[in-house]
């Protein structure tokens, strides 16, 4: 998915002189072949964060469209204020490429860590917020953040994800995606927890109890349209993520239900990293296990939401 | 000295002091000379066009000394100054702290510390990838430079040569607490961004005549960005108010306070 992102954004680059890519200190090589054929539109800035924020906003108030890439938590917390006052308070077309959103650096351990990445973003004024679910749904977003006039936050996962988005649903920035359609419930996930939610609902079709499928790639701004049409049509929604049970996906959905439809808001169950820091190491996998994000718990809660 | 227009400036700025009875009087007059100096020998920009490309830029970081850069921009005309008797109400354009698109001739909303220089930086490149001649000037508060992303941003500006840079720092000596020299000390100041790249030079920030002179040598080196390090005095022209921290930011300033002031600009 890193790579798919940052070969589309060195192709649009090319056609595009507006376009830059900023690193920090990226592994070596990354994007060695842009760096080669256009040089003045390739920078590796070093560990400063907080600058290459301030030096982006600078940039894109001079008309170009930076793409700023460095590992997802000192993209997001490292450089909040940065983000909030230069680049959102003043609104500018620059966008975030956050490596190993979630825990996909589990082996590196809790500073590594990007698991409350989306909260802090949603709460800033004019930010967009988005996780997509495979490399192919990442081609098509790329495209789609050249004219994208305000900051966008793009949350990568490890790579190597099962491709489970279709092209002929296209890709459209705040426009969920209702991947497979809806019964008596509904999971409404982002990023790749959408392969797992559409591998739960799988599993529970066949045992005769239908889920639909929302994937959210866009967490902000929020399909409320998607939420109002499909939410009152079904008895349970679970919400998935990986990232905080505070302030992410599942609380943006219990709060526009709260806000629009508040007799719904009892159908929201959040599946979600709890308020707590890890203290494992391992894998993304086992991670993900530890916090019980796993296809047999989505499945698990569904059934009992359901049965109830 | 002060000369006649560098205290008809700082009655401006005493004006608009009186709306509120409030404001950052002491870092307003520590910097006004050279922002006046700026507007008036150094930078190029079209007032009936703020948004002209080829225009200068200027980012005032230390944003909480806006008051001097609203009472300049308006002596030069991008607003009425009497637009500036509005400061700090629910409408107006002009708070405690500039903000871009609001103000014309404001280039970057700044007020939060250390993102002045990193900005500039961005404009700086920006011109020197596309080979544009304007010019980049910042604006620093030397208790600003506390931030460690004032000292990032040197970096980049002197791996860039960004010769088009140059930042002026307002060296007064104190920052809101105390003195610099016992909340972080900053010295050896000029060794300092002499090792990070900069080309720099120390200068009294409230002489006219040698600002205009240095001003006329920058850059200072063509494949650096400059550092001008401005020795001044806070709260300058206002003998109660010289060197003391509790101007720094000052509310409730009473009418005998007030009177004192003007009393300072005849």
Known sequence: MRNTCLNEIHKLAKVNKKILFIGSDLGAGTLADMQQEIPDQFIMEGISEQHIIGMSAGLAMEGFTPYVNSIAPFLTRRCYEQVLVDLCLHNLPVRLIGNGGGVVYAPLGPTHLAVEDIAIFRVIPNMTIIAPCDAEEMVRLVKQTVNWPHPIYIRLAKGGDKVVSNKKNGFEIGKAILLRPQGQGLFITTGVMTQKAIEASEQLEKEGIQCGVLHVHTIKPLDYQALASLIPKVDVVVTVEEHARIGGLGSAVLEYCSDKIPKHTSKINRIGIPDKFSDKYGSQETLLEYFEITVESIKNLMKLKTRN | ?266
């Open chain 2, 1 to 266: 000295m002060i000369d006649k227009r560098s205290k008809e400036l700082r009655k401006t700025v005493v004006d608009i002091i009186a709306i509120e009875r409030r404001g950052h009087l002491g870092p307003a007059m520590s910097s006004i000379d050279i922002l006046r100096v700026l507007y008036d020998d150094f930078l190029n920009y079209r007032v009936e066009d703020p948004d002209w490309d080829k225009r200068d830029r200027f980012i005032l970081s230390k944003g909480h000394g806006c008051l001097s850069l609203y009472a300049v921009l308006a002596d030069k005309g991008f607003f009425p100054k009497k637009n500036l008797l509005t400061f700090c109400k629910s409408e107006s354009i002009f708070g405690g702290h500039p903000e871009r698109g609001k103000i014309p001739g404001v280039e970057a909303s700044t007020g939060s510390l250390g993102h002045g220089l990193p900005i500039g930086v961005g404009m700086a490149l920006a011109a020197k990838i596309r080979k544009e001649s304007h010019r980049i000037v910042v604006l620093v508060g030397d208790g600003e430079i506390n931030e460690g992303s004032v000292w990032e941003a040197a970096l980049s500006a002197a791996k860039h040569k960004l010769s088009n840079l140059t930042m002026f720092i307002d060296y007064n000596k104190l920052q809101s607490y105390g003195p610099n020299a016992e909340i972080l000390n900053l010295e050896p100041l000029a060794d300092k961004w002499k090792s990070f790249g900069f080309s720099v030079e120390e200068i009294d920030g409230h002489n006219i005549e040698e600002l205009r002179i240095l001003m006329k040598t920058i850059p200072l080196d063509k494949s650096k960005p400059t550092a001008v390090i401005c020795h001044t005095v806070k709260g300058k022209g206002f003998h109660f108010a010289e060197g003391k921290t509790e101007w720094h930011h000052k509310s409730k300033i009473s009418d005998d306070q007030l009177d004192e002031m003007y009393q300072c600009l005849r």
